[in-house]
């Protein structure tokens, strides 16, 4: 049986502002990514893997083409804060 993760930001309160920058970070990436809807930029990066990826029934995708979407999406988020991170190190330096 299918286990589903009921995933909350570690800050209460910041889902929306996570929600904006994972819009923000995946249009600059090339995606059409509304900061309206963001959980609608994993249906481009799938599409643009080649990846089935539906709104319900994914019972037959496998785990290696679930993270290979997941990791796209969250790869990229990684990069832009870390990218931020270092601006601001060296600001203050």
Do not use: C, W
């Not at 589903?4 to 994972?22: E, I, T, Y």
């Not at 309206?36 to 083409?65: D, F, H, M």
């Amino acid at each position: 049986m299918a286990r589903r993760r009921n995933r909350q930001p570690v800050v209460p309160g910041s889902g929306q502002a996570l929600d904006a920058f994972k819009a923000e970070v995946m249009h600059r990436a090339g995606y059409t990514a509304s900061s309206a809807q963001p959980e609608r930029v994993k249906y481009e990066v799938a599409s643009s893997l080649g990846i089935p990826l539906k709104p319900s029934g994914n019972g037959a995708l496998s785990t290696e083409q679930a993270g290979k979407i997941g990791g796209q999406i969250g790869g990229t988020m990684v990069r832009e804060m870390i990218r931020l991170a270092q601006e601001q190190l060296a600001r203050k330096s």
